[in-house]
């Protein structure tokens, strides 16, 4: 079970983190992944952490400013979000597989998504 957590409201140029705490998953046997959904548009990739490497990729919007991270403590992903845009507005949702991919249907686990907006 996924459990998504930390979005908010926040100013432009503002940071924030996202986190997803991970139950009965294991971080090293499964890839995560964050994606967003703005309504009226398809869900998109933003960050992908493969299983072991790990490797990271990053949607090109998103490089230098979004960080995902692995917390073996918590057994959770944070998503670290800096030099927020506008454009950021989104759910935003956690997820995890047995494979790495950058298409929703590689996951079979999804987090239930947390709102995070972006105005001034």
């Known amino acids: 079970q996924l459990q998504a957590y930390g979005g908010g409201h926040v100013q432009p140029g503002g940071s924030l983190t996202l986190s997803c705490a991970m139950s009965?998953?294991?971080?090293?046997?499964?890839?995560q992944a964050w994606f967003r959904q703005v309504p009226g548009k398809e869900r998109e990739w933003v960050a992908v952490l493969s299983k072991s490497d790990p490797s990271k990729f990053y949607k090109d919007s998103v490089k230098g400013r979004f960080t995902m991270s692995r917390d073996y403590t918590k057994n959770a992903v944070h998503l670290q979000i800096n030099n927020l845009k506008p454009e950021d507005t989104a759910v935003y949702f956690c997820a995890a597989g047995r494979f790495v991919g950058l298409l929703e249907n590689v996951y079979e686990y999804w987090g239930q998504g947390t709102l995070v907006t972006v105005s001034s």
């Open positions: 009965g998953i294991t971080l090293d046997g499964h890839a």
